[in-house]
């Protein structure tokens, strides 16, 4: 059954808007539709103090900016580690892999210095949408989609990921690390934060993230675990993910950020997707008149690459990624070259395999071998 078309009235008519989850998604939104003149409430669970962000914070410092502009938000006060470079652990041997401008930045305060522009409530969860008296209302709640409620049977995926927050007197690498599990079910990763401190956690499709991590931790440990945070983070993008908008009554109730599915399947990379689809939804909402559906099929065109990637993960997983199987060496192909594009930001440095349709690794300086990641 076709789904009908829905046109909301001109927003100047006094549409409301309602955007349920602060995070960085949620708050872009607001502050951007302030910045275009619309008026928007959030409903934030967490309060100000102590607000946290579950997340290891990494970015690419040129990709964040040009977004947090628009909001006069200026990422290089937030940076707090930066690197030309993130080593990549493959089996042992440590590959280092050129990034552009890759960083940690105090993600919290950003989110926080964001949601200044616009009427915020906090310490408000919300549960449904019945007590929300909004026309739109936004679901921003990340992997919870506590608004629009679950995904459909077979178009959702979570890999569990835990991570915690260490202090090393010396560090045994002072860098970005990342461990890939076998098969691209997840990774490993050590993000520096400054001062001694790193982020350091796994996600994996096989639920051994744990493992591998005490394990990490018994090879490098810690003089001090500072905090532990766990939470599942969405890989399945726009396109799989359904439903991405529903009505409920007279109302509309859409997703974005990682509630839509904006995450970098491969890379669980979250952060500047999060904020591309936000930056989709403010400009349909500011435009006069709001229909979900054509947002939805601008998710779907500008996340295609990730529904690749989704894609080549899965049949990696599967052991179905053989190298006479065009479809896969085409996803590979085309993820390979999103990395290696302007708009991939973080890893530079990846292109396919001659012959088992993996990643391989461009070397830091012109080194003549490529390691593959199988
Ligand atoms: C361990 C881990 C490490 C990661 N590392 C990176 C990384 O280094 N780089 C990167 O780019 N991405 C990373 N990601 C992914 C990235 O964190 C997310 O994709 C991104 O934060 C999603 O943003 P969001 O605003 O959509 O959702 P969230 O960041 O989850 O924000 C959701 C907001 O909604 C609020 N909320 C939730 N439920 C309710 C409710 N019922 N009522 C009201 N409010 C509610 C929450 O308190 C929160 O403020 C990581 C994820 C995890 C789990």
């Given at each position: 059954m076709a789904t009908p078309k829905i046109i909301m009235p001109a927003l100047s008519g006094g549409v409301r808007i309602a955007i349920v989850g602060v995070g960085i998604s949620g708050a872009y939104l607001g502050a951007r539709l302030s910045h275009l003149g619309v008026r928007a409430i959030g409903l934030e669970a967490q309060g100000e103090d102590n607000y946290r962000s579950p997340c290891a914070w990494a970015t690419s410092i040129d990709g964040i900016r040009g977004y947090l502009r628009t909001v006069d938000v200026d990422i290089e006060e937030y940076v707090l580690r930066e690197a030309d470079g993130v080593y990549v652990d493959l089996g042992g041997t440590l590959h280092r892999v050129p990034t552009r401008r890759l960083a940690t930045f105090d993600k919290p305060a950003v989110i926080l210095r964001m949601a200044r522009e616009f009427e915020v409530r906090r310490q408000a969860r919300v549960r449904g949408a019945s007590s929300i008296d909004s026309d739109v209302i936004v679901d921003a709640t990340g992997v919870h989609r506590a608004v629009i409620g679950?995904?459909?049977?077979?178009?959702?995926?979570?890999?569990?990921?835990?991570?915690?927050?260490?202090?090393?007197?010396?560090?045994?690498l002072d860098e970005f690390y990342v461990r890939p599990f076998p098969r691209y079910s997840g990774y490993l990763w050590q993000f520096p934060l400054g001062g001694g401190r790193f982020f350091v956690g796994a996600g994996d499709l096989n639920h051994d993230h744990l493992r591998r991590l005490s394990e990490f931790l018994g090879e490098h440990p810690p003089d001090e675990v500072i905090s532990r945070d766990g939470r599942p983070i969405r890989i399945s993008p726009p396109g799989i993910l359904?439903?991405?908008?529903?009505?409920?009554?007279?109302?509309?109730?859409?997703?974005?950020?990682?509630?839509?599915?904006?995450?970098?399947?491969?890379?669980?990379?979250?952060?500047?997707?999060s904020l591309e689809s936000s930056e989709a939804l403010a400009g349909h909402l500011a435009s006069g008149g709001f229909s979900a559906e054509s947002y939805e099929r601008e998710l779907i065109g500008r996340f295609s690459v990730f529904r690749a990637a989704y894609r080549f993960v899965r049949r990696k997983q599967e052991g179905t990624c053989r190298a006479a199987d065009p479809r896969c060496l085409l996803d590979a192909a085309r993820l390979a070259a999103f990395f290696s594009s302007e708009r991939g930001r973080t890893l530079t440095g990846v292109a396919p395999g001659p012959q088992h349709i993996s990643l391989a690794l461009r070397p830091f300086r012109g080194r003549p071998q490529r390691r593959l990641y199988r």
């Open positions: 679950p995904a459909e049977r077979g178009t959702d995926l979570v890999l569990p990921a835990y991570q915690l927050t260490v202090r090393y007197r010396e560090p045994w359904r439903p991405m908008w529903r009505l409920e009554g007279e109302r509309t109730i859409v997703a974005v950020g990682e509630a839509a599915g904006a995450v970098l399947p491969v890379l669980g990379e979250g952060i500047l997707p």
